[in-house]
């Protein structure tokens, strides 16, 4: 029997037993299931946040991987929740933008066969009552067609795509990781041929790793989402100069 | 060979190496064991918080887990360890309340069979010197008869039901999780045909889930764990008023 | 088929999923791999706490475990990236010191056949671009020989041994862990005859466990480490009283 493979996303953290609840609750309905936590630390209700790790994360797992992801301020209410298939990859998630960056979604259904949930659902842990229960049946084999209805994701946001502005650009900063660093929507051929970028009133140089520039210097990298990252050396830009998601960035 | 579960619940916390190395140790006994993280983040030598954790969480879990839990202030002290059977689970913990409120418990004995610990066993870290060896070896098939006598757990807390106060109830919060939201000892039925639960001078009216309130308004709500939860519309009612474990609650 | 275990220490926190996306690069290239958390919470760009952590949790895993160590300030630059083979494990790690303390390596090699490595190599994450797809290869069975040539770490620190002090001895802080216990290089033998270790001014008694301190007392133990520790009675020495990695203690 082969493993299927679950990955969650959640915005749970870890000070509680919600995570652990939910791999209870996939292993009851699929023993063999491999659970990989892909992150639990999204910032409480951060659902662009936790596409953005979406988008980055995706591409590197097992075909067939189900991801299961849980960022949803709208737990209880009528909001729906989804299966998506993608291109190698499946998802649950609820619909409110969270697939928006994971590439062309080959099909979706509302999931609504409530056979399939806890009893009772509560109000308050769909991961727990909705999201473990599918993904263990699905992952023990379960037809996704059972689910409900095909659909369209209600919400689904575009690409924040740089701006022209005189001979630059214009981009902004999409995401703030645990180190401080800071994710751009800026990819290296908005750079070509400059050599900054410009935030928060400083220049950060383009720099080809962060080792290259001096303690506590500002410095540009192509990082590892294909996307420009604002730094600092050996120190971490957030703390330092409190850069924040949706700042603008200026190339020229 | 059909993996056995082992659910690991402590107040190890993210910094160190310690969870880590336990399940080290547990699969250096039985490498086919599946082990699964219940929750480290419990606050440290918090027993009454771990309590209540496995309350909720081990109804979720396959039949047969066994939820290895240290959060253990007298590590190295003569406090004995406790094996555990419920009537679908069973447990490793040290005697001191931490299995209050897991159920009834068919089977209980003194964990004493040295010959299972790691040497020397450490007096100040029995997770990875007493528990995981045990667990390890109980997952790999061993005898719990073999563990010691059987015993009586000398600490085990009643649970703190409401208490009539008026023409309503008086209760208090149990626990406050991750988001801030606080669990009370109140059950739906303390609050049939009343409208509102008061705390920290604020009236906290009953909805049906948390997006029912306005961002940033006081909320009752169902919650997962069977008990009424107060909250802040996508706020945090811990941050925002200080609701502490132990606070009165008033229904009328 | 065997499962091989694969054991992750990282300084990448928790809340991004950059170790989740190892474990999906691993699992791509190995699916029936084990793949256990070690600590992710070293303090970012921490190599010597890495070291430490290495140093106290490699003896307690099965044999034949592989640990793929990212701490890594290096990261992109022209560092190398070293295989090592030990008494009952092996490793991946920058050559940065990470791997001083782990006892006798029999056998070391550069990692350079970049036809493992993802394409292309990003230069800010090559825990997902280089470890994860070597790890998953070697965990697969692939040769160790094809990794690159033999070679010695550059960098490797001997471990700071305790000086003679008068008749006492001179050692200090190794780690703090998260507990806010202070780990020194003293072994019991360096307190044979004293009683007491002395930092920041205070006298630390040596007990048996550390519930045999009154709470809020200094106390000295013989830690799960081997190594003497300084902790408070049911408090937190490294928040009342500031004690760090490199602080002075004085046995005598």
Sequence with gaps: MKAPFVALLTDFGHADPFVG????????????ARVIDLCHGVAPQDVRA????????????????????????????????????????????????????VGPLREVRRVEDSALFLKPVSRTFHGRDVFAPVAGALAAGADPARLGPRAKPEVRWSWPEPKRAGKGWRGKVVAVDGFGNAVTNLRPEHLKGRLSAWAAGRRFPLRSCYADAPDGAPLAV???????????????????????????????
Excluded at 21 to 32: A, E, F
Excluded at 236 to 242: D, H, P, Y
């Design 21 to 32: 609840v939910m791999k209870g609750v996939i292993l009851s309905r699929c023993p063999w």
């Design 222 to 252: 192509l990082g590892s989402a294909g996307l420009i990252e604002l730094s600092l050396g050996k120190g971490n830009l957030f703390g330092s100069l409190r850069v924040l998601v949706g700042d603008t960035i200026h190339v020229r």
């Design 50 to 101: 936790a596409a953005f790790q979406l988008r980055c994360s995706v591409p590197y797992f097992h075909d067939g991987t189900l991801f299961v992801c849980v960022v949803d301020p709208g737990v209880g209410s009528k909001r729906p929740i989804l299966w998506a298939r993608g291109e190698r990859h499946s998802f649950l998630a609820p619909d409110n933008g969270l697939l928006s960056w």
